[in-house]
């Protein structure tokens, strides 16, 4: 892998690692154009998704502040918004573990479903969730997450172990099918993702055990992981404001697109 693939790579974990268009489902993408084997460098992958880990990190750090001082403080003497930052960080925590479950007991089949057809045909359907979501009748403005509402969004992230179903995109969308308000939505699917991710970088450093070598630069490393952090964060940004102004919409046309034309592609070549 030369500098400009890992650059691109870099820029593409940043963007859509946050987008509702599936980060993974476009590196598998990616990789296949760029005649990438996803096995090539376990290190190189795992930094970029540390990289967007912080990014989202930094994103949230007055939120993960809050909930940090609730939960180490006496409930007793906590107020209605430290209960409440006490309760979002538990019940972000609670809504990992399907997605978990879900990991473990599918880890030996995922290399079947990596494959350019079976993403296309999920991202159309992440349209599809995307473009429900946005329905009329869901706009309430519910703001009293409780562990069943948790465990049904985390239900939405567990389905996005299928590469092309976004995790940003199926969480936030759950919680809009809850009648949630948009800003609460946001935060509590960016929340969700902290814990996840971690998870997977353990598991992956775990599991990778003695085949964690470097097989690519150190340069190429860490110029894409600042790739993927400052995009990562401009896209937390930028959709942040999106999910509050209702127009998830834009991302299940571009779903769409992108799904119908790596099936044409891969049907005619």
Not at 117 to 131: D, E, H, R
Request: glycine share 6%.
């Amino acid at each position: 892998m030369d500098i400009l693939a890992a650059l691109f790579l870099g820029l593409v974990q940043g963007i859509t690692e946050w987008l509702p268009v599936s980060s993974t489902g476009h590196l598998v993408l990616v990789q296949g154009a760029l005649s990438i084997s996803p096995a090539e460098s376990i290190i190189f992958d795992l930094s970029l998704h540390a990289a967007t880990l912080f990014a989202v990190v930094i994103f949230l750090r007055k939120e993960l502040r809050e909930i940090a001082s609730s939960i180490l403080a006496k409930k007793d003497s906590l107020d209605k918004a430290g209960l409440r930052s006490r309760s979002l960080g538990w019940l972000a925590l609670l809504a990992t573990v399907p997605a978990i479950i879900a990991g473990l007991i599918l880890k030996d089949y995922v290399d079947e479903i990596f494959n350019v057809t079976a993403t296309a045909i999920a991202l159309l359907l992440t349209g599809l969730i995307l473009w429900l979501a946005e329905m009329p009748r869901l706009k309430r403005n519910r703001d009293d997450i409780n562990a069943r509402d948790a465990l049904i969004i985390g239900i939405f992230q567990a389905a996005s172990i299928i590469p092309g179903i976004s995790r940003s995109g199926s969480t936030i969308s759950a919680g809009c099918y809850l009648g949630f308000n948009r800003q609460l939505v946001a935060v509590f699917s960016f929340l969700m993702s902290i814990p996840i991710i971690v998870a997977a970088i353990a598991y992956a450093v775990i599991d990778g055990g003695t085949q964690l070598v470097i097989e690519n630069s150190l340069v190429q490393i860490i110029a894409a992981s600042i790739v993927a952090l400052v995009t990562g964060l401009l896209a937390l940004k930028w959709l942040f404001e999106i999910i509050k102004k209702s127009r998830l919409r834009i991302f299940s046309i571009y779903c769409w697109a992108l799904g119908i034309i790596v099936l044409a592609m891969t049907a005619f070549y």
